[in-house]
């Protein structure tokens, strides 16, 4: 069930406040209508990916009030700074190098040493940002595979076949006046990058900035996510479906065994928690000098497709190599 939530300060108090205490809601940008959730909070990073269906983990856009609270969570460059100082806040998100202490989840940034930050400048987004006092994730507010929501009824109506055991809102700020999706730029180099068109058009851009490379459609395959090359694989082989493991063998679990693991996606086979702990967990097991990494069966339905699409991923880029 989605319910429309009229704006006054009170709903927007309470998507901060649903946002905060780790569920989701959604809420109108400059862009799209945007589905949010506490980015340092993995179950609601995972509810996310799971609400909307989407059969592989990208990297989500993490929303942040101001550039102090971007730069607890990315590394910036000289290049970043003046992006920012221009663009900031609007419909541009900034691909930077992630800190080893940041708190966002890394399901979030699909397990990535980088992050795509961002400033939005709609008025309810500031609100909910400042107010939720949390960095937020928040792709389109829609099924995977439909157009982006610019108004609160597609939101409604794009999940109106989905069955969750929670309701969620929609914080109704009219129409969106971008109506686009932001530009992504990869600002990590001393010449920044395009990886996506948007909001914040090239010619905006290389007015202020001069420089900007553009990649072919072939580099920007595998520059972007969903491509092998730029996802995170631990570097200790992996092994899928391995009910048994061997010796020098870690074993990375799903759901009730008898089988010792070293690590468990989630005891009680919750795809949810699974996926909330997939990054992490590859991470710990990644660092403990084993020959390989078994990984249970995990079942391909919900996020278990992802999981595995993942999983399958990280492996053969492994075999590859
Ligand atoms: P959206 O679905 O609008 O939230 O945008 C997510 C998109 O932002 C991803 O599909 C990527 O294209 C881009 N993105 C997010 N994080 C990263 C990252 N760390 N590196 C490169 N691109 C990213
Ligand atoms: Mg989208």
């Not at 959730?37 to 179950?43: K, L, R």
């Not at 969903?226 to 679990?253: I, M």
């Not at 996606?265 to 390989?292: C, Q, V, W, Y």
Request: some cysteine.
């Amino acid at each position: 069930m989605i319910n429309i939530a009229g704006l006054n300060d009170a709903s927007i108090q309470r998507t901060a406040d649903i946002i905060s205490t780790g569920r989701l809601a959604a809420f109108p940008t400059e862009t799209v209508y945007g589905l949010g959730a506490d980015a340092t909070n993995d179950g609601a990073v995972a509810a996310i990916f799971a609400l909307k269906n989407r059969p592989d983990f990208n990297p989500l856009i993490v929303h942040v009030p101001d550039i102090d609270s971007a730069s607890e969570h990315v590394h910036f460059t000289p290049i970043a700074h003046t992006l920012a100082t221009a663009f900031w806040p609007g419909p541009m998100s900034l691909v930077l190098e992630r800190k080893d202490q940041s708190t966002v989840s890394l399901l979030a940034v699909a397990g990535l040493d980088t992050m795509a930050v961002r400033i939005p400048s709609h008025s309810i987004a500031r609100a909910i940002l400042n107010r939720a006092n949390c960095p937020i994730a928040a792709p389109s507010a829609n099924l995977s595979g439909e157009v982006s929501p610019t108004e609160a009824a597609h939101v409604v109506n794009s999940f109106r076949n989905i069955k969750t055991m929670d309701t969620f809102s929609v914080l109704d700020g009219g129409r969106c006046a971008v109506g686009l999706e932001s530009t992504v730029i990869d600002a990590r180099g001393d010449v920044p990058v395009l990886l996506r068109p948007g909001g914040v058009t090239f010619e905006e851009l290389t007015e202020r900035i001069g420089k900007l490379k553009l990649v072919s459609e072939n580099e920007l395959t595998h520059r972007s996510p969903g491509q092998l090359s730029r996802h995170y694989a631990p570097q200790t082989p992996l092994r899928l479906n391995v009910s048994a493991p061997r010796s020098g063998e870690g074993l990375l679990g799903f759901g009730p065994s008898t089988t010792l693991s070293t690590q468990n996606l989630s005891p009680s086979g919750n795809l949810t928690e699974a996926a909330a702990n997939l990054f992490k967990m590859l991470r710990i097991m990644d660092e403990e000098n084993l020959k390989s990494i078994a990984v249970a069966p995990i079942p391909s339905m919900g996020l278990g497709q992802a999981i595995n699409d993942r999983l399958k991923r990280a492996a053969t880029r492994i075999a590859a190599e």
